[in-house]
Nanobody, 123 residues
Framework: QVQLVESGGGLVQAGESLRLSCVASGRTLNRYSMGWFRQAPGKEREFIATTVWRGDSTYYAESLKGRFTISRDNAKNAVYLQMNNLNPEDTAVYYC????????????????WGQGTQVTVSS
């Protein structure tokens, strides 16, 4: 399995932006679909976005489309999540994941997970 490490989380104010990074080791990402999920306190893990291995096709949760952008750089073995106009409801632990299912939106579609990075948005 590939090992994933997220970074870039932190405390921001409402309206600000953050860019999360996820770097892989152990294997190259160029054949994996990559996804981002998040889990807020007391809630289930929620799908955010996914990109297929070439990075030229993406799919988003409808509620987050337009504010969040997933991208990847296979040469750097990394995937990113740009988050704009953040609000307190975006407060959560954010996870990246790797798998072999194209367009997967379920946790079961991904078989490698990072430890997560905390994002906190204050009002």
């Amino acid at each position: 399995q590939v090992q994933l490490v997220e970074s870039g989380g932190g405390l921001v104010q409402a309206g600000e932006s953050l860019r999360l990074s996820c770097v892989a080791s152990g294997r190259t990402l160029n054949r994996y679909s990559m996804g981002w999920f998040r889990q807020a306190p007391g809630k289930e893990r929620e799908f955010i976005a996914t990109t297929v291995w070439r990075g030229d096709s993406t799919y988003y949760a409808e509620s987050l489309k337009g504010r969040f952008t997933i991208s990847r750089d296979n040469a750097k073995n990394a995937v990113y999540l740009q988050m704009n106009n953040l609000n307190p409801e975006d407060t959560a632990v954010y996870y990246c994941a790797a798998g072999f299912t194209n367009w997967g939106t379920r946790e079961a579609d991904f078989n490698s997970w990072g430890q997560g990075t905390q994002v906190t948005v204050s009002s």
